[in-house]
Protein backbone atom coordinates (compact mmCIF):
# COMPACT_ATOMS: atom_id res chain seq x y z
CA UNK A 1 0.00 0.00 0.00
CA UNK A 2 1.16 3.44 -0.17
CA UNK A 3 1.54 6.24 1.74
CA UNK A 4 0.01 9.46 1.73
CA UNK A 5 2.00 12.58 1.41
CA UNK A 6 0.98 13.71 5.26
CA UNK A 7 2.52 17.27 4.40
CA UNK A 8 -0.41 17.70 1.87
CA UNK A 9 -3.57 15.99 3.26
CA UNK A 10 -4.05 16.12 6.99
CA UNK A 11 -7.21 16.19 9.77
CA UNK A 12 -7.31 17.59 12.78
CA UNK A 13 -10.13 17.61 15.45
CA UNK A 14 -9.93 20.78 16.99
CA UNK A 15 -12.55 20.98 19.66
CA UNK A 16 -14.62 17.71 20.11
CA UNK A 17 -16.98 18.29 23.58
CA UNK A 18 -19.10 14.88 23.50
CA UNK A 19 -19.72 13.74 19.86
CA UNK A 20 -19.92 17.08 17.33
CA UNK A 21 -16.61 17.88 16.19
CA UNK A 22 -15.35 21.08 14.88
CA UNK A 23 -11.33 20.05 12.77
CA UNK A 24 -9.61 21.23 9.50
CA UNK A 25 -8.76 19.10 6.56
CA UNK A 26 -5.91 20.00 4.75
CA UNK A 27 -5.15 19.34 1.45
CA UNK A 28 -3.49 19.76 -1.66
CA UNK A 29 -6.07 22.88 -2.96
CA UNK A 30 -6.69 24.13 0.40
CA UNK A 31 -7.82 23.83 4.16
CA UNK A 32 -11.80 23.14 4.37
CA UNK A 33 -13.29 23.77 8.16
CA UNK A 34 -15.02 21.02 9.07
CA UNK A 35 -18.15 20.33 9.74
CA UNK A 36 -18.65 21.14 5.87
CA UNK A 37 -21.25 20.54 3.19
CA UNK A 38 -19.77 20.27 -0.29
CA UNK A 39 -22.00 20.86 -3.33
CA UNK A 40 -22.30 19.00 -6.34
CA UNK A 41 -21.08 19.16 -9.24
CA UNK A 42 -22.22 16.13 -11.23
CA UNK A 43 -20.77 17.34 -14.80
CA UNK A 44 -17.93 19.32 -13.29
CA UNK A 45 -20.37 22.23 -13.12
CA UNK A 46 -22.78 23.13 -10.10
CA UNK A 47 -25.50 23.60 -11.94
CA UNK A 48 -25.87 26.95 -12.94
CA UNK A 49 -23.12 28.30 -10.72
CA UNK A 50 -20.14 29.74 -11.46
CA UNK A 51 -17.10 28.79 -9.85
CA UNK A 52 -16.44 32.81 -8.82
CA UNK A 53 -19.68 32.57 -7.30
CA UNK A 54 -19.02 29.20 -5.48
CA UNK A 55 -16.02 30.85 -4.01
CA UNK A 56 -17.88 33.93 -2.80
CA UNK A 57 -20.32 31.78 -1.08
CA UNK A 58 -17.23 30.45 0.75
CA UNK A 59 -17.32 27.28 -0.79
CA UNK A 60 -13.95 25.05 -0.06
CA UNK A 61 -14.95 21.94 -1.29
CA UNK A 62 -16.92 20.30 -4.00
CA UNK A 63 -17.99 16.79 -4.86
CA UNK A 64 -17.87 15.53 -9.01
CA UNK A 65 -19.16 12.51 -9.90
CA UNK A 66 -16.56 9.93 -11.27
CA UNK A 67 -19.71 8.11 -13.19
CA UNK A 68 -20.82 10.60 -15.27
CA UNK A 69 -17.46 12.25 -16.21
CA UNK A 70 -16.14 8.80 -17.50
CA UNK A 71 -19.12 8.48 -19.67
CA UNK A 72 -19.12 12.03 -20.84
CA UNK A 73 -16.28 13.39 -21.87
CA UNK A 74 -14.21 10.84 -20.57
CA UNK A 75 -11.11 10.55 -18.11
CA UNK A 76 -8.56 10.59 -20.60
CA UNK A 77 -10.04 14.49 -22.22
CA UNK A 78 -9.62 15.57 -18.72
CA UNK A 79 -6.78 14.60 -17.91
CA UNK A 80 -5.07 15.85 -21.01
CA UNK A 81 -6.70 19.18 -20.16
CA UNK A 82 -4.84 19.12 -16.55
CA UNK A 83 -7.24 17.34 -14.40
CA UNK A 84 -10.35 17.89 -13.24
CA UNK A 85 -9.52 21.46 -11.02
CA UNK A 86 -7.77 22.99 -14.56
CA UNK A 87 -11.04 21.71 -16.55
CA UNK A 88 -13.54 23.25 -14.52
CA UNK A 89 -11.46 26.43 -12.49
CA UNK A 90 -11.72 25.03 -9.73
CA UNK A 91 -8.38 25.87 -7.48
CA UNK A 92 -10.18 24.56 -4.38
CA UNK A 93 -10.36 21.12 -2.94
CA UNK A 94 -12.68 18.44 -4.73
CA UNK A 95 -13.70 14.85 -3.96
CA UNK A 96 -15.31 12.63 -6.81
CA UNK A 97 -17.06 9.70 -5.86
CA UNK A 98 -15.95 5.95 -7.14
CA UNK A 99 -19.20 5.84 -9.35
CA UNK A 100 -20.63 3.04 -7.49
CA UNK A 101 -23.35 4.38 -5.99
CA UNK A 102 -24.79 5.52 -9.93
CA UNK A 103 -23.93 2.42 -11.61
CA UNK A 104 -26.09 0.60 -8.91
CA UNK A 105 -28.55 2.97 -9.34
CA UNK A 106 -29.18 1.76 -12.92
CA UNK A 107 -31.41 -1.06 -12.11
CA UNK A 108 -31.89 -3.71 -14.52
CA UNK A 109 -29.57 -2.73 -16.91
CA UNK A 110 -26.44 -4.09 -15.11
CA UNK A 111 -24.66 -7.30 -13.67
CA UNK A 112 -23.08 -7.37 -10.67
CA UNK A 113 -20.56 -10.37 -10.06
CA UNK A 114 -17.28 -10.38 -7.39
CA UNK A 115 -14.84 -8.91 -10.25
CA UNK A 116 -17.05 -5.82 -11.07
CA UNK A 117 -20.32 -4.49 -12.85
CA UNK A 118 -21.22 -4.63 -16.16
CA UNK A 119 -23.52 -1.74 -17.32
CA UNK A 120 -25.30 0.20 -19.90
CA UNK A 121 -25.05 3.74 -20.09
CA UNK A 122 -27.83 5.54 -19.80
CA UNK A 123 -26.59 8.16 -22.47
CA UNK A 124 -26.22 5.81 -25.40
CA UNK A 125 -26.75 2.30 -24.27
CA UNK A 126 -23.24 1.01 -24.90
CA UNK A 127 -22.00 -1.43 -22.53
CA UNK A 128 -19.00 -1.09 -19.73
CA UNK A 129 -17.63 -2.63 -17.05
CA UNK A 130 -16.30 -1.17 -13.99
CA UNK A 131 -13.89 -2.25 -11.62
CA UNK A 132 -12.12 -1.48 -8.30
CA UNK A 133 -9.37 -1.08 -10.19
CA UNK A 134 -10.52 0.86 -12.87
CA UNK A 135 -12.67 2.97 -10.32
CA UNK A 136 -8.97 4.04 -9.13
CA UNK A 137 -7.91 4.53 -12.67
CA UNK A 138 -10.89 6.87 -13.65
CA UNK A 139 -10.51 8.85 -10.16
CA UNK A 140 -6.15 9.22 -10.70
CA UNK A 141 -6.75 10.61 -14.03
CA UNK A 142 -9.82 13.46 -12.78
CA UNK A 143 -7.64 13.97 -10.58
CA UNK A 144 -9.68 15.40 -7.11
CA UNK A 145 -8.12 15.87 -3.54
CA UNK A 146 -10.32 13.01 -1.94
CA UNK A 147 -11.41 9.87 -3.96
CA UNK A 148 -13.40 6.84 -3.24
CA UNK A 149 -13.51 3.25 -3.08
CA UNK A 150 -15.85 1.27 -5.42
CA UNK A 151 -18.69 -0.35 -3.28
CA UNK A 152 -21.80 -1.57 -3.54
CA UNK A 153 -24.89 0.09 -2.41
CA UNK A 154 -27.80 -2.04 -2.18
CA UNK A 155 -31.40 -1.90 -0.76
CA UNK A 156 -30.67 -1.09 3.01
CA UNK A 157 -33.63 -3.37 4.21
CA UNK A 158 -32.41 -6.65 2.22
CA UNK A 159 -30.47 -8.36 5.20
CA UNK A 160 -29.27 -11.38 2.76
CA UNK A 161 -28.80 -9.64 0.07
CA UNK A 162 -26.56 -7.01 2.20
CA UNK A 163 -24.80 -9.65 3.84
CA UNK A 164 -23.29 -10.66 0.46
CA UNK A 165 -22.85 -7.25 -0.89
CA UNK A 166 -20.83 -6.52 2.35
CA UNK A 167 -18.30 -9.07 0.96
CA UNK A 168 -17.66 -7.74 -1.78
CA UNK A 169 -17.39 -4.12 -1.43
CA UNK A 170 -14.61 -5.18 1.33
CA UNK A 171 -12.65 -7.05 -0.95
CA UNK A 172 -13.03 -4.27 -3.48
CA UNK A 173 -11.58 -1.44 -0.95
CA UNK A 174 -8.84 -4.13 -0.73
CA UNK A 175 -8.63 -3.86 -3.96
CA UNK A 176 -8.69 0.07 -4.90
CA UNK A 177 -6.01 0.37 -2.41
CA UNK A 178 -3.61 -2.02 -4.44
CA UNK A 179 -5.02 -0.07 -7.14
CA UNK A 180 -4.19 3.24 -6.25
CA UNK A 181 -0.95 5.02 -7.22
CA UNK A 182 -1.04 8.45 -6.72
CA UNK A 183 0.64 9.83 -3.44
CA UNK A 184 -1.56 13.18 -3.54
CA UNK A 185 -4.63 11.92 -3.26
CA UNK A 186 -6.42 10.64 -0.17
CA UNK A 187 -8.83 7.34 -0.68
CA UNK A 188 -11.36 7.18 1.62
CA UNK A 189 -12.53 3.48 2.36
CA UNK A 190 -16.73 3.37 2.48
CA UNK A 191 -18.85 1.74 5.30
CA UNK A 192 -21.97 -0.37 4.07
CA UNK A 193 -24.31 -2.55 5.77
CA UNK A 194 -27.67 -1.40 5.25
CA UNK A 195 -29.93 -0.63 7.92
CA UNK A 196 -28.25 -3.33 10.07
CA UNK A 197 -26.35 -2.19 13.11
CA UNK A 198 -23.95 -5.74 13.13
CA UNK A 199 -22.87 -5.42 9.45
CA UNK A 200 -22.29 -1.57 10.06
CA UNK A 201 -20.17 -2.71 12.76
CA UNK A 202 -18.57 -5.53 11.29
CA UNK A 203 -18.16 -3.35 7.81
CA UNK A 204 -16.37 -0.65 9.91
CA UNK A 205 -14.32 -2.93 11.68
CA UNK A 206 -12.95 -4.14 8.30
CA UNK A 207 -12.94 -1.48 6.69
CA UNK A 208 -11.19 0.83 9.41
CA UNK A 209 -8.14 -2.31 9.67
CA UNK A 210 -7.23 -1.56 6.15
CA UNK A 211 -6.13 2.28 7.72
CA UNK A 212 -7.81 4.71 5.04
CA UNK A 213 -7.41 8.79 6.02
CA UNK A 214 -10.93 8.93 5.81
CA UNK A 215 -13.99 7.23 5.86
CA UNK A 216 -17.41 7.27 4.21
CA UNK A 217 -20.84 6.10 5.25
CA UNK A 218 -22.59 4.92 1.61
CA UNK A 219 -26.15 3.29 1.69
CA UNK A 220 -28.14 5.65 3.73
CA UNK A 221 -30.72 8.36 2.41
CA UNK A 222 -31.35 5.65 -0.04
CA UNK A 223 -35.03 4.77 1.01
CA UNK A 224 -35.15 3.73 4.41
CA UNK A 225 -36.86 5.68 7.22
CA UNK A 226 -35.60 8.57 9.11
CA UNK A 227 -34.84 6.59 12.40
CA UNK A 228 -33.39 4.13 10.80
CA UNK A 229 -30.82 6.26 9.42
CA UNK A 230 -30.15 7.41 13.11
CA UNK A 231 -29.61 4.39 14.47
CA UNK A 232 -27.09 3.66 12.19
CA UNK A 233 -25.20 6.88 12.82
CA UNK A 234 -25.63 6.25 16.71
CA UNK A 235 -23.50 3.93 16.53
CA UNK A 236 -20.44 5.81 14.20
CA UNK A 237 -18.31 7.72 17.03
CA UNK A 238 -17.80 4.35 18.21
CA UNK A 239 -16.91 2.49 15.37
CA UNK A 240 -14.76 4.49 13.57
CA UNK A 241 -11.10 6.25 14.88
CA UNK A 242 -11.69 10.00 16.41
CA UNK A 243 -8.98 10.83 14.22
CA UNK A 244 -9.87 10.51 10.51
CA UNK A 245 -12.51 12.21 8.75
CA UNK A 246 -16.13 10.83 8.45
CA UNK A 247 -18.11 11.66 5.61
CA UNK A 248 -21.69 10.97 5.53
CA UNK A 249 -22.32 10.96 1.96
CA UNK A 250 -25.90 11.92 0.09
CA UNK A 251 -27.53 13.80 3.35
CA UNK A 252 -28.18 17.39 3.40
CA UNK A 253 -31.24 18.61 4.30
CA UNK A 254 -30.49 21.02 7.24
CA UNK A 255 -32.59 18.43 9.94
CA UNK A 256 -30.25 15.89 8.87
CA UNK A 257 -27.10 18.14 8.75
CA UNK A 258 -28.00 18.75 12.67
CA UNK A 259 -28.52 15.33 13.88
CA UNK A 260 -25.39 13.98 11.80
CA UNK A 261 -22.91 16.14 13.29
CA UNK A 262 -24.42 15.40 16.49
CA UNK A 263 -23.63 11.89 16.19
CA UNK A 264 -20.55 13.16 15.40
CA UNK A 265 -19.83 13.19 11.09
CA UNK A 266 -17.24 15.57 9.57
CA UNK A 267 -18.35 16.08 5.71
CA UNK A 268 -21.83 16.20 3.59
CA UNK A 269 -22.87 16.26 0.12
CA UNK A 270 -26.07 16.56 -1.35
CA UNK A 271 -27.90 17.81 -4.87
CA UNK A 272 -30.75 19.16 -2.70
CA UNK A 273 -30.13 23.04 -2.91
CA UNK A 274 -29.62 23.14 -6.91
CA UNK A 275 -32.38 20.87 -7.50
CA UNK A 276 -34.39 22.81 -5.41
CA UNK A 277 -33.63 25.83 -6.96
CA UNK A 278 -34.55 24.52 -9.96
CA UNK A 279 -37.99 24.02 -8.79
CA UNK A 280 -38.32 27.07 -7.34
CA UNK A 281 -38.04 26.76 -3.58
CA UNK A 282 -35.43 28.41 -1.61
CA UNK A 283 -33.91 26.70 1.31
CA UNK A 284 -34.24 29.22 4.86
CA UNK A 285 -33.47 28.94 8.03
CA UNK A 286 -37.46 28.89 9.07
CA UNK A 287 -38.21 26.39 6.28
CA UNK A 288 -38.86 26.36 2.61
CA UNK A 289 -40.37 28.99 0.24
CA UNK A 290 -42.07 28.31 -3.18
CA UNK A 291 -40.71 31.28 -5.06
CA UNK A 292 -43.63 30.52 -7.35
CA UNK A 293 -46.47 31.27 -5.16
CA UNK A 294 -48.35 34.12 -6.06
CA UNK A 295 -48.14 35.95 -3.03
CA UNK A 296 -44.65 36.93 -3.77
CA UNK A 297 -46.08 38.84 -6.79
CA UNK A 298 -45.74 42.28 -5.67
CA UNK A 299 -43.04 41.42 -1.95
CA UNK A 300 -40.01 43.50 -2.13
CA UNK A 301 -38.35 41.74 0.52
CA UNK A 302 -35.69 39.88 -0.29
CA UNK A 303 -36.00 35.37 0.02
CA UNK A 304 -34.07 35.59 3.39
CA UNK A 305 -34.23 39.62 4.96
CA UNK A 306 -30.92 38.55 7.59
CA UNK A 307 -29.67 36.29 4.62
CA UNK A 308 -25.84 37.73 3.64
CA UNK A 309 -25.61 36.19 0.10
CA UNK A 310 -25.62 37.63 -2.61
CA UNK A 311 -29.06 36.76 -4.10
CA UNK A 312 -30.89 38.28 -0.61
CA UNK A 313 -28.12 41.13 -0.85
CA UNK A 314 -29.95 42.73 -4.44
CA UNK A 315 -33.02 40.86 -5.55
CA UNK A 316 -36.66 40.38 -4.47
CA UNK A 317 -38.68 38.02 -4.02
CA UNK A 318 -41.17 39.82 -6.31
CA UNK A 319 -38.25 39.95 -8.99
CA UNK A 320 -37.66 36.29 -8.72
CA UNK A 321 -40.63 35.26 -9.21
CA UNK A 322 -40.89 37.08 -11.94
CA UNK A 323 -37.53 35.89 -13.57
CA UNK A 324 -39.23 31.99 -12.99
CA UNK A 325 -42.42 33.19 -14.56
CA UNK A 326 -40.42 34.38 -17.68
CA UNK A 327 -38.37 31.76 -17.73
CA UNK A 328 -35.62 33.55 -17.31
CA UNK A 329 -32.42 31.36 -16.54
CA UNK A 330 -30.82 33.51 -13.95
CA UNK A 331 -33.54 32.38 -11.48
CA UNK A 332 -32.09 29.15 -11.18
CA UNK A 333 -28.73 30.49 -10.67
CA UNK A 334 -29.96 33.31 -7.92
CA UNK A 335 -32.31 30.79 -6.49
CA UNK A 336 -29.11 28.31 -5.95
CA UNK A 337 -26.48 30.97 -4.86
CA UNK A 338 -29.09 31.49 -2.07
CA UNK A 339 -29.68 27.96 -1.08
CA UNK A 340 -25.91 26.62 -1.18
CA UNK A 341 -24.91 29.76 0.99
CA UNK A 342 -27.83 28.87 3.60
CA UNK A 343 -26.27 25.13 4.06
CA UNK A 344 -22.28 26.59 3.98
CA UNK A 345 -23.67 29.14 6.92
CA UNK A 346 -25.76 26.64 8.07
CA UNK A 347 -22.03 24.44 8.57
CA UNK A 348 -20.39 27.67 9.53
CA UNK A 349 -22.87 28.44 12.48
CA UNK A 350 -22.96 24.57 13.44
CA UNK A 351 -19.02 24.57 13.36
CA UNK A 352 -18.98 28.18 16.12
CA UNK A 353 -21.34 26.79 18.48
CA UNK A 354 -19.38 23.05 19.04
CA UNK A 355 -16.53 25.90 19.37
CA UNK A 356 -18.08 27.99 21.54
CA UNK A 357 -19.25 24.14 23.66
CA UNK A 358 -23.34 25.54 22.83
CA UNK A 359 -23.83 22.85 20.35
CA UNK A 360 -26.88 21.31 21.66
CA UNK A 361 -28.61 24.88 22.26
CA UNK A 362 -27.88 25.97 18.69
CA UNK A 363 -29.28 23.05 16.99
CA UNK A 364 -32.22 23.07 19.52
CA UNK A 365 -33.35 26.44 18.31
CA UNK A 366 -32.29 25.88 15.19
CA UNK A 367 -34.31 22.68 14.73
CA UNK A 368 -37.58 24.54 16.30
CA UNK A 369 -37.23 27.10 13.84
CA UNK A 370 -36.56 24.90 10.79
CA UNK A 371 -39.78 23.07 11.60
CA UNK A 372 -42.50 26.29 11.15
CA UNK A 373 -43.75 26.14 7.99
CA UNK A 374 -42.22 28.89 6.17
CA UNK A 375 -44.69 30.17 3.19
ZN1 LIG B 1 -29.81 34.52 0.62
Known amino acids: MLSLNNQQFSFQVISNKGKPRAGILKTPHGDVQT ?26 ILLSNTYHLYLRPGADIISELGGLHHFMHWDKAILTDSGGFQVFSLGETRKINNDGVTFKSHLDGSLHHFTPELAIQVQEKLGADIIMTFDECPDPHDLKYNMDALKRTHLWAERCLKAKTRTDQALFGIIQGGIFPDLREQSAEFITSLNFPGYAIGGLSVGETKSEMLAILDGVDGWLPAD ?47 LMNAVHAHDPNPIDISCQCYTCQHFSRAYLRHLIVA ?20 MRRIRRSILENCFDQYAFEMTKLMEKPAD
Do not use: W
Open 35 to 60: PVFMPVGTQATVKAITPAQLDEIGVT
Open 244 to 290: KPRYLMGVGTPQDLIEAVRRGIDMFDCVLPTRLARHQAAQTFFGRIN
Open 327 to 346: KEMLAATLISIHNIFTLVEL
